[in-house]
Each structure stands twice: as C-alpha cells, then as structure tokens.
C-alpha cells in the first residue's frame, strides 16, 4: 500500500506579520482564501492520523509561540488535504470567515520559539514533559482569558508557577533540611512540610531556573485573596501585579523547559 501525504491547514482568527521567513518550526505561515494559516505535512495512510498528528503539531508550535510574545492564537478551523499517495483526493471542511487582527511579532521571537520546539521534539514521555504540557496549557488558556476575565487569566498564569514550583518540591525539602541541620537541628517530614510554604517552595525554584524571584511574594499573597469557592465578587488584580505574574510564569516555563534539552 502507498504511503499517503496529507497537508492539515490550521486557520488563524488572529496572526502576525511575519518579516522573517515562511516557516515556524517545521510548520508553514501562508495565505489563501483572505485567511492566515499554518499548515504541516504528514505522511501516513489515513487521514483521521493525519489530522490528529497535524492538529498536535500545530498547536504545539502556536503554544511555544504564545509562550514567547503573551498572545493567543486562536484557530477558527482545520482543513485535511490529501496531496499525493494512494487515489488522492482533496478534504476541505468549510471556513468561517471572521475580521483579521494585525499584531507585530519580531523575528528574535520567532527564533526562540524554533529553538524551545527543537528541545521539545527531544524530550522523552517521561515526568518533565507531562508538567511542560499541563503547564503549557494553564499558560495558553490564561493568555486566551487575558482580555475576557482577567481574574481567572491571573489565577492560570499562578497555576504555571504553582505547578513547576511543586517540580521542585523534593529537592527544596532536602536543600532545606541539610541547611536547618547545619544550624540547628534536622526536622522530621511534619515540620519540613509546615515550614515549606508557597513562597519558599517558589523561591527556590527560581534560584533553581535561573531567574528573579522579587515579586514571588507578592504574587503567592495575592493568590491567597482568591476564594476557593464561586462568589461574585473578584480580588482586584493590578496591572503591575498582572504583568508581573504572567513574566514569572512565561521565563519559569522557558528556563524549565531549557533545563531538560
């Protein structure tokens, strides 16, 4: 049997001039049909695997892409073109057309997103890269919430920090305890789990990856304004203390994903 090649097309409600080539990755930016998209080529026998390896690809790569400038891509639809193989044939699902939105990216952008896809590409299906997905996700959707429900926004972009921190929560407890002992005593699990708050759990997750970790404090106070339970009144969140949660959590994922290539 021959081997088919597909092309899924992903089209974008919202895209971005690009001044630095056709390509993102090993996936393709071009234009028909007045619409944006991005598109990757698959080989294999059935469409169905196409279109779930294509959608996998794309939106892994509009994720890491999301990751470096703090916008969401959103995707009105998908089309699955059979390009050659066995019988070709075209399958093109219908496009809804919807008004474009123009938003500058810069190509230094760009490069970094293709290098974080190559350290992905190599990551084994092991611990790390479960955290990198559900993190990756927490940040995508707070991105999408950004202009919609800021609250909620803030609580995902915590949740990519709060989730890479925990990453670290063995070694903080070893770190910690070998430094108490050295002044001390040596705690029992008990006292090391009262004495390893959200604060220090970050910190030193920050020490770990590289990267300031000034605002952690205020940030992990901020988060405990929140209420568990539904209620119709929200903390109010700055747009210093916004910008500053969504920093920690955008160079948190990028140096954890760093740390493991």
Same mark, same amino acid.
């Given at each position: 049997?021959?081997?088919?090649?597909?092309?899924?097309?992903?089209?974008?409600?919202?895209?971005?001039?690009?001044?630095?080539?056709?390509?993102?990755?090993?996936?393709? @930016?071009?234009? %028909?049909?007045?619409?944006?998209?991005?598109? =990757?080529?698959?080989?294999?026998? !059935? +469409?169905?695997?196409?279109? &779930?390896?294509?959608?996998?690809?794309?939106?892994?790569?509009?994720?890491?892409?999301?990751?470096?400038?703090?916008?969401?891509?959103?995707?009105?639809?998908?089309?699955?073109?059979?390009?050659?193989?066995?019988?070709?044939?075209?399958?093109?699902?219908?496009?809804?057309?919807?008004?474009?939105?123009?938003?500058?990216?810069?190509?230094?952008?760009?490069?970094?997103?293709?290098?974080?896809?190559?350290?992905?590409?190599? @990551?084994?299906? %092991?611990?790390?890269?479960?955290?990198?997905? =559900?993190?990756?996700?927490?940040? !995508? +959707?707070?991105?999408?919430? &950004?202009?919609?429900?800021?609250?909620?926004?803030?609580?995902?972009?915590?949740?990519?920090?709060?989730?890479?921190?925990?990453?670290?929560?063995?070694?903080?407890?070893?770190?910690?305890?070998?430094?108490?002992?050295?002044?001390?005593?040596?705690?029992?699990?008990?006292?090391?789990?009262?004495?390893?708050?959200?604060?220090?759990?970050?910190?030193?997750?920050?020490?770990?990856?590289?990267?300031?970790?000034?605002?952690?404090?205020?940030?992990?106070?901020?988060?405990?304004?929140?209420?568990?339970?539904?209620?119709?009144?929200?903390?109010?969140?700055?747009? &210093?203390?916004?910008?500053?949660?969504?920093?920690?959590?955008?160079?948190?994922?990028?140096?954890?994903?760093?740390?493991?290539?």
């Amino acid at each position: 049997m021959v081997e088919n090649t597909f092309r899924v097309k992903a089209y974008l409600k919202v895209f971005h001039k690009i001044d630095t080539g056709t390509k993102i990755g090993d996936c393709e @930016l071009g234009f %028909e049909n007045n619409r944006y998209f991005l598109s =990757k080529t698959i080989s294999c026998n !059935l +469409r169905e695997e196409a279109e &779930e390896k294509g959608r996998r690809r794309i939106n892994q790569v509009l994720s890491t892409l999301c990751l470096y400038t703090g916008v969401s891509y959103r995707i009105d639809s998908y089309t699955v073109d059979q390009i050659c193989g066995d019988e070709p044939h075209l399958y093109t699902s219908n496009l809804l057309i919807r008004s474009l939105t123009l938003l500058p990216i810069r190509g230094e952008d760009v490069t970094k997103a293709e290098k974080t896809l190559r350290i992905l590409d190599k @990551l084994p299906n %092991e611990k790390p890269a479960e955290i990198i997905e =559900k993190a990756m996700n927490y940040f !995508l +959707r707070a991105c999408y919430l &950004e202009t919609e429900w800021r609250s909620e926004s803030f609580l995902n972009f915590y949740k990519v920090t709060e989730l890479l921190a925990q990453a670290y929560r063995k070694e903080f407890s070893q770190a910690f305890n070998e430094k108490l002992k050295n002044t001390l005593f040596e705690l029992n699990k008990n006292e090391i789990h009262t004495l390893a708050t959200q604060t220090r759990i970050m910190r030193f997750m920050c020490e770990q990856l590289g990267i300031s970790d000034e605002k952690v404090s205020r940030i992990v106070k901020l988060r405990a304004t929140f209420s568990a339970h539904a209620t119709t009144k929200e903390p109010s969140v700055s747009e &210093e203390d916004f910008n500053s949660c969504k920093i920690l959590s955008s160079n948190s994922l990028i140096n954890y994903i760093e740390k493991h290539q």
